[in-house]
């Protein structure tokens, strides 16, 4: 089956530093994935949607300039958090979705990245 | 814009016995599906079940089932023969036919008591 590889799975890192988070499909292209914030015992939160040789497509409410998404290739879309600060600690998750014509609407999700900013 | 909600944010059953987690919804789409996702303390998300809403057949998947209610807007999960390892946080959520985008429910926390 299709799997979505996602690393680091936790980072910390230091007031004002970036960290990069790469989410990879292992044995499909992914046309389109998503980027999503879950916070301790809450919800899923879409940040944004990658797409393939395109920029990104944000949610209302969060900041481009902060989270920065790169989907340079069909197997690999990363999410940069520039200038981190503590409130930015969360738990990041990426999921990718097959081309159209592929069971398309399931998606499939890496196994998550935890931010701690000290 | 879509909503998703499910008002229980947690519920306990006894193994061996059945369940069911409440899910409502929002639309004015006719093109969408409905996932059940479950996401044990790993955190990994795991997919459960999806029913396409243009299907009226409610979907099985062994010992999971829902109760689609398209008129209602109800979409309710059905756990049969609970096990220990079933004890997760169930996330039910709604894609789009357009964009594939989910939306998600709160959450429910569900756990079987030995």
């Known amino acids: 089956g299709a799997v979505v590889s996602q690393h680091p799975s936790w980072v910390i890192c230091k007031s004002g530093t970036s960290v990069k988070i790469e989410c990879r499909s292992l044995d499909f292209q992914a046309t389109t994935m998503f980027w999503y914030r879950q916070f301790p015992k809450q919800s899923l939160m879409l940040m944004a949607t990658s797409n393939e040789g395109s920029k990104a497509t944000y949610e209302q409410g969060v900041e481009k300039d902060k989270f920065l998404i790169n989907h340079a290739s069909l197997t690999l879309s990363t999410l940069t958090v520039t200038s981190a600060h503590p409130e930015d600690s969360s738990f990041y998750i990426c999921?990718?979705?097959?081309?159209?014509?592929?069971?398309?609407?399931?998606?499939?999700f890496g196994a998550g990245s935890r931010l701690t900013v000290l | 814009a879509q909503t998703v909600t499910q008002s229980q944010p947690e519920m306990s059953v006894q193994e061996a016995e059945t369940v069911t987690l409440s899910c409502t919804y929002d639309t004015s789409e006719n093109n969408y599906y409905l996932f059940w996702y479950k996401q044990p303390p790993s955190r990994q998300m795991i997919l459960v079940i999806r029913q396409e809403a243009y299907k009226q057949q409610n979907a099985t998947e062994n010992r999971f089932s829902v109760n689609f209610q398209k008129a209602a807007k109800s979409f309710s999960l059905k756990i049969s023969d609970s096990q220990l390892g079933d004890t997760a946080m169930y996330f039910c959520?709604?894609?789009?036919?357009?964009?594939?985008?989910?939306?998600f429910g709160k959450g429910i926390t569900l756990s079987v008591r030995p």
């Open positions: 999921s990718a979705r097959t081309s159209i014509y592929s069971g398309a609407n399931v998606l499939t």
């Open positions: 959520a709604f894609m789009s036919g357009a964009n594939s985008k989910l939306t």
